[in-house]
């Protein structure tokens, strides 16, 4: 399978004021992050806002509406946090009224060490958090989730499968292969991923996606 999906098509009807932010919290915007958030701006279209910004540089300017404060300030009311540990799970109710959605503009890891809690939920105490189910995301991958939730989809209707596998044939070394151990939501019978992101990984032209098919360790 190769990657590469029409995104536009994910803009669902999701309510006129609906809000995403996704909060930067990593040190430095590397690729990796940088095309992540460029497939989240594709999915959430004018709903997106990146907080947390505080040198802007021009790649992002260009994908949305940027603020320098944390999300956490600039709606100290309106939050609401997707974090994994979080105890509840989000429903449309939920995105209904003013909330703005506000997801973690972390790198995954594996296992997960649950830095939203760290860096967000334990930040805003009065803050409202929800789960997305009980895997982990990238943050493309929560932003197209939430927004169809955010169209009154149930979570347990979208199609999602945990671990990817990036393969590419490189003479003289023979296969190689990367694995990512994270949840993707299933759009078009393909994993979402920025096809970006899976060239750079990979050093190389569209390399084949496969699902691992087996638990992660
Ligand atoms: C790649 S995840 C990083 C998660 C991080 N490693 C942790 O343990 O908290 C990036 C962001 O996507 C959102 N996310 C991913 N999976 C989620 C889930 N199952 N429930 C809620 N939010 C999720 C969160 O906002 C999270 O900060």
Redesign the pocket.
């Given at each position: 399978m190769r990657c590469g999906q029409n995104l536009q098509g994910c803009e669902v009807d999701r309510g006129v004021n609906f809000k995403v932010a996704i909060e930067h919290l990593e040190p430095e915007l590397s690729k990796w992050l940088l095309y992540e958030y460029e497939n989240a701006a594709k999915v959430l279209g004018k709903s997106l806002i990146f907080t947390n910004i505080k040198r802007p540089p021009r790649t992002l300017t260009k994908l949305s509406t940027i603020k320098r404060q944390s999300a956490l300030r600039l709606f100290p009311h309106e939050t609401l946090?997707?974090?994994?540990?979080?105890k509840k799970t989000l429903t449309p109710q939920d995105l209904k009224g003013d909330s703005i959605a506000?997801?973690?503009g972390?790198?995954?890891?594996h296992p997960?060490?649950?830095?939203?809690?760290t860096l967000?939920t334990l930040k805003a105490p009065k803050a409202k958090a929800?789960?997305?189910?009980?895997?982990?995301?990238?943050?493309d991958?929560?932003a197209y989730v939430t927004n169809l939730i955010a169209s009154g989809k149930k979570l347990e209707l979208i199609p999602v499968k945990c671990g990817l596998v990036l393969r590419a044939n490189f003479k003289p070394s023979g296969v190689h292969e990367v694995l990512l151990p994270?949840?993707y939501p299933i759009v078009a019978n393909k994993p979402l991923i920025s096809n970006k992101l899976v060239n750079y990984l990979m050093n190389a032209k569209n390399p084949k996606i496969a699902w691992r098919n087996r638990p992660l360790v």
């Open positions: 946090i997707l974090d994994p540990r979080a506000v997801i973690g972390i790198l995954g890891e997960p060490r649950g830095r939203t809690r967000l929800r789960n997305l189910g009980n895997w982990q995301f990238t943050i991958g929560a994270y949840a």
